[in-house]
């Protein structure tokens, strides 16, 4: 859902006025929430298929896939933006330190 990056996104919001600049950023809001979701639950999905591949052995992938779960719930707990992108650097740190595992 999301057009262009969310700079020129917001961007535009920001030029509006009133309340339909707050229900844009509102808006905006959810889809990147939606974006980030779903990149999330495709690193699970690329775990295990990695695993189905006999690529990375089942502990592996479960102990990722398990991680993944509670970052999305560290991602639906966050409060402010500061924290959700925390989040999302923690997700990264955590897929290369699975790619790692899974490469040796």
């Known amino acids: 859902g999301l057009v262009g990056t969310v700079a020129s996104q ?3 919001c920001d030029g509006m006025t009133g309340q339909n600049r707050s229900g844009c950023i ?17 690193l699970e999905d690329k775990a295990q298929h990695l695993m189905e591949k006999g690529l990375a052995d089942i502990d592996t992938a479960t102990a990722f896939v398990e991680a993944m779960e509670q ?6 707990d966050a409060k402010t933006i500061a924290e959700k992108k925390d989040v999302v650097r923690g997700v ?3 897929w290369q330190e699975f790619i790692a595992k899974v490469k040796k």
């Open 10 to 12: 917001k961007a535009l």
């Open 92 to 94: 990264q740190r955590l």
């Open 26 to 42: 509102l808006d905006l809001r959810g889809r990147v929430d939606a974006v980030v979701k779903f990149r999330i639950y495709n």
């Open 71 to 76: 970052q999305k719930q560290n991602y639906n």
